[in-house]
């Protein structure tokens, strides 16, 4: 197909879960995208084995080229968000479709591209992976090549009947770094990207008008104003949009955000003359004009229909059909545009030149991580993932250090930060993303804590939860900074101001702020980072008539879970007295557990009585209660948000009755009454992978004293929710946050708690992987020789060679690198780290 595009030629299983007899899950089945090309701490006592039937296949060859495994096309159905256009890991610009279902205001998914809808309006230039508000954010500047004469403003095109183009999946090829598609009007497009630049090669019929529209005021979210310029001596075309506004459609107090927060710059200079030039600006076309300015405003539908600006060229393909273009990209002037570009494409680069380049990258990075064996399937599974989730944080800074600060002013990264990262999905990322880029990529890691910690400094000391380019959105609820930071510091990540960052977050958690009073973008947007501290630090609750937040249980858990971070990053940085006071603080969501709430008849979702349950400033608890109702809660139910106290396991179990009745409770998290897994959502009082509050809950078994359930339960969501595939993701990537999830569970591994690098253990899906050494970290070697389909279950775990007769990891294993060994077997063994004495906490 490279050629044709070049030349411009028209030419599972279910498993029967160990807890009933008889409940089996349904299966799914994979699908490969089309047109990628994949290839032909305390010892408890030790314990009997059981007796296994697990056979030893004979070691399988290591992967030698993970990108080769990767399909952008998982996660573009389904919710998932994911977008197929090139880019390069935590690179700045991203180029991709744009898709439209017939409303030039609107994309037929959250992040521009959906794999059912096959109609485009544009390639743009910045893309933020699997976000969910829809529109997402960013999709700025779509360049369309058009074929046909170009006689009427494309504003005024509001249904996308005349500029843009259908395509079939059959002539689109995804792949890391590159992306290509032959659309139905004739036009093909190519296109390749470094960190900052990208060259494209446009291709149109010999026979037919052919131009270039620059659509700069149609950002996914809209736009504030915009600007075209179109210098037809030089053959260039430049630009920018002034956008923002990420979520700001949302009907929870979205319209708070419906405000512009950054420029991005471009500059595109061509290989060819111009046979001809025009701007629009709404509805008028002006043929021959050179510059136009003009935004679209931030609504949607009508109200915005019809309004923005662009311009075009168009070219004389009667002797030449094949345009190529070459573009640069900023966040702080159209000079570090062309600076970006100058420094990372030569003036002569191809596509096939820069797409080369762009598979090495991907190349050495996914190679952080080598694996053997496991089915095809599960190897593009795997290699995808791990490619979604090292996509962010993203560039914000050009080459010469220069990045656009939180306080409307350009900054320049200090001395031993090596970039400015933005793109922090906190409330999401928390969980798992984060551990993963520091135990990969620690240096990245390090640079983007102290760019967290920058923005806060140039946004009056406030750490913000959703930080898009260099807005505070405020999307979602708690503090998940605290946790994040605390966690980096917990698995070594040392390239930072730890000490600055900690005092900054420590006086957000401990300093009431003005705008914690405020319901400006309440309840989805709240502008308090520490809604109502005042209130929260005397109650020890967040009220839910008082909070000035989404939800007063989900901030009293989501406060919690970040103080009891903080808290175990002040032990380590000899702060003893806010350990003491933070390590206290960790335990207030007590303070919402009410011993009396019961699940009501009828409901199967596991016995006893007891749940999350938010109060009322007066200490009244809510009423009615429905642990299915997400009142109190964001974006779960009482259900689901109950089991979010990874910090305090044990305690947790303890208001429940004990181990044995949590882990029975948790038994119905994940089962329907008649014993079949209930784990692909859409039932409150049950598991959901498609969002994360609960994510971390399949691990909570070997807390419990009954590991094996977590091995059942996190391998059938491998085999059965993730998957091949445009729908091969469970719901919104996150920001990598579901892709992370399952890189973990394949590696056998999982963060046990935010601010601390225990690993919580599980079989592993492959018989080898080895986690490359970073830093002063020595490699990870994972091992578990019998992985197989059947032998789901821990017989034994042997860590640098001893036996380890506990489901948890220490930090030295992350912080040092080392050996973990795994025997596998095909049926539970019920003795293994069961001992009250090695639980995790």
């Avoid at 009933?20 to 009997?48: E, Y």
């Avoid at 409330?427 to 993963?436: C, F, G, H, I, M």
């Avoid at 964001?634 to 004990?658: E, F, H, K, R």
């Amino acid at each position: 197909m490279e050629a044709a595009l070049r030349n411009g030629k028209r030419k599972r299983r279910g498993r029967r879960s160990a807890l009933v007899g008889g409940g089996l899950a349904a299966a799914v089945a994979g699908l490969i995208a089309p047109l990628l090309g994949t290839p032909t701490a305390s010892a408890a006592p030790a314990v009997a084995p059981a007796a296994t039937s697990s056979v030893v296949p004979p070691a399988a060859p290591a992967v030698r080229d993970p990108a080769q495994y990767v399909d952008p096309l998982i996660g573009s159905a389904n919710g998932g968000n994911t977008y197929p256009g090139a880019n390069l890991p935590f690179g700045m610009i991203a180029w991709s479709p744009t898709s439209t279902a017939g409303d030039q205001t609107n994309t037929a998914a959250a992040n521009g591209y959906s794999y059912d809808t096959t109609r485009a309006r544009g390639f743009s230039l910045t893309h933020v992976n699997g976000a969910g508000c829809h529109p997402g954010a960013a999709g700025d500047v779509p360049i369309m090549p058009f074929v046909g004469e170009v006689d009427s403003s494309p504003s005024a095109d509001t249904k996308d009947q005349k500029y843009a183009a259908n395509f079939s999946h059959a002539n689109e090829k995804a792949e890391p770094g590159r992306y290509r598609v032959g659309l139905d009007s004739g036009a093909t497009t190519d296109l390749a990207v470094s960190e900052r630049a990208g060259v494209a090669d446009f291709t149109f019929p010999e026979d037919k008008p052919a131009s270039l529209l620059f659509r700069v005021s149609n950002s996914l979210n809209g736009s504030e104003n915009a600007h075209v310029a179109i210098d037809t001596a030089r053959r260039k075309v430049t630009g920018w949009v002034e956008t923002g506004a990420f979520c700001g459609r949302r009907a929870n107090g979205g319209e708070n955000n419906r405000k512009s927060y950054y420029r991005l710059y471009f500059t595109a200079s061509f290989d060819r003359a111009f046979s001809g030039v025009g701007t629009w600006r709404n509805d008028r076309l002006a043929a021959g004009s050179t510059t136009a300015d003009g935004g679209e405003g931030y609504a949607t539908g009508a109200d915005r229909a019809g309004r923005g600006s662009g311009g075009y060229v168009s070219f004389d393909t009667a002797g030449d059909n094949d345009v190529r273009m070459r573009l640069g990209i900023s966040y702080v002037s159209l000079a570090g545009a062309e600076a970006n570009l100058r420094g990372e494409i030569a003036p002569r680069a191809s596509v096939a030149d820069v797409a080369e380049s762009g598979q090495a990258a991907w190349k050495r990075q996914l190679g952080d991580v080598g694996i053997s064996g496991g089915s095809e399937a599960q190897r593009t599974t795997f290699y995808t993932a791990l490619y979604h989730s090292l996509q962010q944080p993203n560039l914000v800074s050009d080459r010469d250090g220069r990045y656009p600060g939180m306080d409307g002013t350009t900054r320049r990264v200090g001395r031993g930060q090596g970039a400015q990262y933005s793109n922090f999905s906190g409330w999401d990322q928390y969980r798992a993303q984060v551990q993963l880029l520091a135990l990969l990529e620690p240096r990245v890691a390090g640079d983007f804590a102290q760019s967290l910690f920058n923005f806060a400094e140039q946004n009056g000391g406030v750490w913000d939860r959703w930080v898009h380019i260099s807005g505070a959105t405020h999307v979602m609820t708690g503090d998940p900074t605290a946790a994040t930071l605390a966690t980096f510091y917990a698995m070594g990540v040392r390239n930072f101001d730890a000490k600055g960052a900690f005092d900054s977050l420590y006086r957000q958690a401990t300093v009431p702020n003005p705008a914690g009073l405020s319901d400006a973008g309440c309840p989805g947007q709240c502008e308090g980072q520490r809604p109502n501290l005042a209130q929260y630090l005397d109650s020890r609750y967040a009220a839910q008539d008082a909070c000035h937040c989404w939800g007063g249980a989900a901030e009293t858990l989501e406060d919690s879970v970040a103080d009891a971070a903080l808290a175990q990053w002040a032990r380590q940085l000899g702060r003893d007295r806010e350990y003491e006071e933070l390590s206290a603080r960790g335990g207030y969501w007590k303070n919402v557990f009410n011993p009396g709430a019961t699940s009501g008849a009828g409901s199967g979702a596991g016995a006893g009585s007891g749940y999350i349950q938010a109060r009322n400033l007066d200490g009244s608890w809510v009423t009615p209660f429905d642990p299915a109702s997400d009142r109190g809660f964001a974006q779960g139910s009482a259900a689901t948000y109950t089991w979010m106290v990874p910090q305090d396991v044990q305690g947790l179990a303890a208001a429940m009755g004990g181990r044995d009745m949590a882990a029975a409770r948790l038994d119905g998290f994940f089962h329907k009454p008649d014993g079949s897994w209930s784990i692909r959502g859409g039932d409150p009082l049950r598991y959901d992978p498609t969002n994360e509050p609960g994510i971390h809950a399949p691990w909570l078994y070997n807390a419990l004293g009954q590991p094996w359930k977590t091995q059942e339960t996190v391998r059938e969501l491998v085999d059965t929710v993730y998957g091949t595939g445009p729908s091969g993701l469970p719901g919104n990537d996150d920001l990598g946050t579901m892709s992370a999830w399952y890189v973990f569970a394949a590696l056998g591994v999982y963060p046990q708690t935010p601010g601390t690098a225990n690993l919580l253990l599980t079989g592993p899906l492959f018989p080898r992987a080895v986690i490359a050494g970073a830093g002063e970290r020595r490699a990870i070697t994972i091992t578990a020789p019998a992985a197989s389909d059947a032998n789901v279950y821990v017989d034994a775990v042997r860590v640098g060679g001893r036996r380890h007769d506990v489901s948890w990891l220490d930090g030295s294993l992350v912080r040092r690198g080392g050996s973990l060994a795994f025997d596998l077997t095909d049926r539970p063994n019920t003795s293994w780290a069961t001992a009250p004495g090695g639980l995790p906490r």
